[in-house]
C-alpha cells in the first residue's frame, strides 16, 4: 500500500511502456540480428562459386561467392568478419555503461548496425563486404552486453530463466528465418536486397534508442542523472557535491568531462582490468564460459555450413528451407523449454549447470547418430530431436552469466561472454571446418568430426555442478532508497511500479 501510494505521485510516463513490451522489442531487436546471419549462411545470399567440370564445362557463380570468386576460407572469413568488431566492441560498450546511460549505448550500436548492413549489399569485392561485416559486429556489440541485464531486472523473480528463454529463443529463430528469407531474396531479387531490407528493418528501432526516454540499469549511476539508482552503488543522487543518505559524501563521479579526461580514461581503464580480474578468479563464471565456448563451437559452424553440407550430403535442393525449418522449430521449442524448465527445476546456477551437462549431452548423441545414416528422413528426425535438447541451453548458460556476478558486474560478464565464444568458438569453428573440407573433401565426416566437440561441452558443464555457486543478483541491492528520494524518481517501467 505504501509503495502504491508513493508509484501515485511519480512523474507520469508513457502509457505504452511497460516491461512485457521491452521485451518484445528487444526480441525483435535480436531477431532482426540473427536473420542477418543467417541470410549470409544461405544458399541465396551467401551462393556458390562457378565450378568446371573435367569436360571443360562451366558453371557460372551465384550470390556473394560467385559475385567475388571466394574460395571456402575466404567465403568463412565473411561469416566470421562480423565478429572482429563485435570482440572489440563488446567490452568497450560494457565499460562506457558505468558513465553513460546503457539504453543510450543500444541506439548508438544498432545505428551503427544498420549504416553497416546496408554497406554490406552496396560492397564491390571481399574487402570491402569484409569491411562492413565487421562494423555490423560493432553495431550489435551494444545491444548484445545490455540487453539481457535489463531483461533480468524487469523480468518476475520466479519466471527469469523463461523471459531469458524468450529473448534467446530469437537466436535459432532468425537464422532459421536468414536462411529462408535469404533464399528468397536472394532468387526473387539478388543477394544485395537481402542487406538493404534488414538496415531499412531496424532503423525505426535505432531511431527509438535515441527518442525515447532512456532506462535505468541495476548496479549503475547514470551520466547526467540527478536521481537516484536502486544499488548500493548508487544510492545518493549523482551530484558531486550531494551527501549520500547516510551523510557521507559519494565517492564515484560518473560525469562526462571526467570520464573522457585523462584522469578518468585512466580510471576507466583501471576500472575495466579490476572487474576482469574478478571475472577470471570466479571458478563458476570460467567453468560455465569454457563450455559455453565449446558449444558455440559447433552451433556457429552448423549455422553457416549446414544448409552446403545438408546440398551435398543428402542432396537436398531446398537445404536453406530444409534448415531453417528444423532449426525455427526446435529452436523456438527448445530454448523456451529450457527456460520453463530451470524456473520448474528452481533457477539456481548448480540447477543451471544440471540441465546444460544433460541436454548438450543426449543432444550430441542425437545429432552425431543423425550423420551416420544414410536415409534422408532418418537424419532429419534425429538430427530435429538433437537441436530440440542443444538448444535447451540458451536460458541456462546466459543465467549463470548473469547470477554469478555482482549486478553492476552483468554487462562485462555478458561482453566477456560474448567475446569468449565467439573468438575461440564461432569465429575459428567456420573458417576451421572450410579447411577440413578442403582437404578431405566428405562432408559427412567434417559433419562428425564437427559434432563430438558438443561431448566436450557437456563434460565441462558437469564440472560446474560440483563447483561452490552463490547468486549473487541482490548483492548490491541491500540499501533501499529513502521516501524522500523516491518521491524525486521517475519510474522506469509503469507495469513494474503498479505491481509493487
Not at 528426425?381 to 552483468?410: D, W
Request: glycine share 8%.
Amino acid at each position: 500500500m505504501i509503495r502504491d501510494s508513493i508509484s501515485s505521485t511519480l512523474a507520469p510516463q508513457p502509457s505504452w511502456f511497460t516491461a512485457k513490451r521491452l521485451l518484445a522489442i528487444f526480441c525483435i531487436i535480436n531477431l532482426l540480428n540473427y536473420v542477418d546471419r543467417g541470410a549470409i549462411a544461405s544458399n541465396g545470399v551467401n551462393g556458390k562459386r562457378s565450378e568446371c567440370t573435367k569436360s571443360g564445362t562451366c558453371s557460372s557463380g551465384s550470390g556473394i561467392q560467385g559475385d567475388f570468386d571466394l574460395n571456402n576460407f575466404q567465403d568463412g572469413v565473411i561469416s566470421s568478419a562480423f565478429m572482429v568488431g563485435l570482440l572489440l566492441a563488446s567490452p568497450i560498450f560494457a565499460s562506457l555503461a558505468k558513465s553513460v546511460n546503457p539504453f543510450r549505448l543500444i541506439g548508438v550500436g544498432l545505428t551503427v548496425w544498420t549504416f553497416a548492413t546496408a554497406g554490406c549489399g552496396l560492397s564491390i569485392n571481399f574487402w570491402s563486404i569484409t569491411i562492413c561485416r565487421m562494423m555490423v559486429g560493432v553495431g550489435e556489440a551494444s545491444f548484445i552486453s545490455l540487453a539481457a541485464p535489463f531483461i533480468d531486472d524487469n523480468a518476475p523473480v520466479d519466471q527469469k530463466t523463461a523471459w531469458l528463454g524468450i529473448f534467446y529463443m530469437c537466436i535459432p529463430t532468425g537464422i532459421a528465418v536468414g536462411y529462408v528469407y535469404g533464399g528468397l531474396v536472394g532468387s526473387l531479387l539478388n543477394w544485395r536486397w537481402a542487406f538493404g531490407i534488414e538496415a531499412l528493418l531496424m532503423l525505426p528501432f535505432a531511431i527509438l534508442g535515441f527518442v525515447m526516454k532512456p532506462l535505468q540499469l541495476k548496479g549503475f549511476s547514470h551520466t547526467g542523472s540527478k536521481r537516484p539508482s536502486t544499488s548500493v552503488q548508487t544510492s545518493c543522487t549523482e551530484a558531486v557535491t550531494s551527501p549520500c543518505q547516510d551523510g557521507s559524501s559519494q565517492t564515484r563521479n560518473d560525469s562526462m568531462d571526467d570520464s573522457i579526461s585523462a584522469p578518468g580514461i585512466l580510471n576507466q581503464f583501471t576500472r575495466f582490468w579490476m572487474d576482469m580480474k574478478v571475472l577470471l578468479l570466479d571458478k563458476v563464471y570460467v567453468v560455465n564460459i569454457l563450455g559455453y565456448i565449446a558449444y558455440n563451437f559447433v552451433i556457429g559452424a552448423y549455422s553457416y555450413w549446414g544448409p552446403k553440407a545438408g546440398y551435398y550430403i543428402y542432396h537436398m535442393n531446398n537445404a536453406d528451407l530444409m534448415f531453417g525449418g528444423i532449426t525455427i522449430i526446435c529452436g523456438i521449442f527448445g530454448t523456451l523449454a529450457g527456460g520453463f524448465i530451470l524456473d520448474r527445476m528452481t533457477n539456481t546456477i548448480s540447477n543451471a549447470f544440471k540441465l546444460l551437462s544433460v541436454a548438450t549431452f543426449f543432444g550430441a548423441i542425437f545429432c552425431f547418430s543423425a550423420f551416420c545414416f544414410k536415409s534422408l528422413y532418418a537424419f532429419i528426425a534425429l538430427f530435429a530431436i538433437g537441436e530440440l535438447l542443444v538448444f535447451a541451453t540458451q536460458a541456462p548458460v546466459n543465467y549463470v552469466c548473469l547470477h554469478c556476478v555482482k549486478p553492476s558486474m552483468r554487462p562485462l560478464s555478458m561482453a566477456m561472454s560474448t567475446v569468449s565464444i565467439h573468438i575461440f568458438g564461432d569465429v575459428p569453428s567456420s573458417p576451421l571446418v572450410g579447411v577440413l573440407q578442403d582437404h578431405i573433401n566428405n562432408w559427412r565426416v567434417t559433419a562428425l568430426v564437427l559434432t563430438s566437440v558438443l561431448f566436450l561441452a557437456s563434460g565441462i558443464w558437469v564440472i560446474g555442478i560440483f563447483l561452490h555457486s552463490v547468486d549473487r543478483f541482490n548483492e548490491e541491492n541491500e540499501l533501499q532508497v529513502s521516501v524522500a528520494d523516491r518521491s524525486n524518481t521517475i519510474p522506469l517501467l509503469g507495469e513494474t511500479t503498479q505491481s509493487l
